[in-house]
């Protein structure tokens, strides 16, 4: 049995590596070494390679209090249903199920390395040479995502999209209970408030649930190669997404966050106007009520940012910058009553 590289947190690399060289054929017994990729904020993310090839290998973070927000079934189940449509997605290699958990703690899955650039500091987006075309095709690709018809690739069945929005107001409502989180009071305020605006889903589709330009895989050109971090994508609201984008865009501009750079603080990048303009130019969904569903995407995120405070202050998160996201979430609730 090849001698694979150190163990690291939340990946005991040395126990791993002749799971893998049974029951991966494409990767063997080859002596493997690991890095973390990201940490903690999501899934934990981790490059494996053999000193020529690399893999991808995903598990839920430390101590995850939501497990549907971290179901490595839905997220490998997703990523091989869109493999062969036009939305562009890791190759699928492995799922570990009841396997993960005796060598992990976790399910979790492999899957191929996607060649490019993931932008995440404000010099990677400074060094873009057309910001707008950029932000057309991360867009148009969105908006590819939205086209895809559930039942045509074997996703009749994921998710409940019946009441979507009432039971994402739920769903982040008792993980924010779930955490004992001293805010669960302004929380539920702020969903008292969207909820009684709660729009009418125009068109059940497939949503990704994180869809932002630090989870995309950027090729020549600007084109988008891959679109990662699949863990909260269900059926659903498609103008969910469209918020959700807008609010990594520009909506936490002027605050402190770890989690990646915002292109709409960057010069020359388009504002959220233009964003919404090249979704519209492909998609025939009413943009006109994508107010409230701004006010959403930033009660989630404040949702999700409490959340990994909490996993940060029970020392289970694997990476540096948590100790930012909890003073947000007050101005991240803030702007939610007031979208």
């Given amino acids: 049995m090849a001698v694979a590289g150190e163990d690291l947190p939340g990946l005991p690399l040395r126990r791993l590596a002749p799971y893998l060289a049974r029951h991966v054929p494409e990767i063997g017994d080859v002596p493997l070494t690991a890095s973390l990729i990201s940490g903690g904020r999501s899934n934990l993310t981790y490059l494996l390679t053999d000193g020529q090839r690399r893999w991808v290998l995903r598990r839920p973070p430390l101590g995850a209090a939501l497990e549907t927000a971290h179901d490595m079934g839905r997220e490998h189940r997703m990523i091989s249903a869109l493999h062969p449509t036009a939305v562009p997605v890791p190759r699928p290699v492995h799922l570990a199920g009841p396997e993960g958990e005796d060598l992990l703690g976790t399910p979790f899955f492999v899957m191929g390395f996607a060649e490019g650039e993931v932008l995440r500091d404000r010099e990677q987006l400074a060094a873009v040479p057309e910001p707008g075309r950029l932000a057309r095709h991360l867009m148009r690709c969105l908006a590819d995502l939205h086209e895809v018809v559930p039942d045509e690739v074997g ?135 994508l107010d409230w569903y701004v006010g959403f995407a930033l009660y989630k995120v404040a949702a999700i940012f409490e959340g990994i405070r909490h996993r940060h202050d029970e020392g289970l998160t694997v990476g540096e910058g948590f100790e930012r996201l909890g003073p947000l979430v007050p101005h991240l609730l803030d702007s939610a009553r007031d979208a």
């Fill in 155 to 289: 996703l009749a069945g994921l998710g409940r999209p019946d009441g979507y929005l009432s039971r994402q107001l739920d769903t982040w409502l008792r993980q924010v209970s779930a955490v004992g989180s001293p805010l669960l009071g302004d929380f539920e305020d702020v969903a008292r408030c969207l909820r009684r605006s709660l729009p009418t889903t125009q068109r059940t589709r497939l949503v990704h649930g994180d869809y932002r330009l630090d989870n995309v895989v950027v090729g020549p050109d600007d084109q988008i190669d891959a679109v990662l971090d699949w863990e909260m994508a269900t059926r659903g609201d498609p103008l969910a997404d469209v918020a959700s984008t807008l609010v990594w865009w520009d909506g936490m501009r002027g605050l402190d966050s770890p989690v990646a750079a915002h292109p709409g603080d960057v010069p020359g990048y388009p504002d959220r106007r233009e964003l919404v303009a090249a979704y519209a130019e492909v998609s025939t969904l009413d943009l006109s009520g």
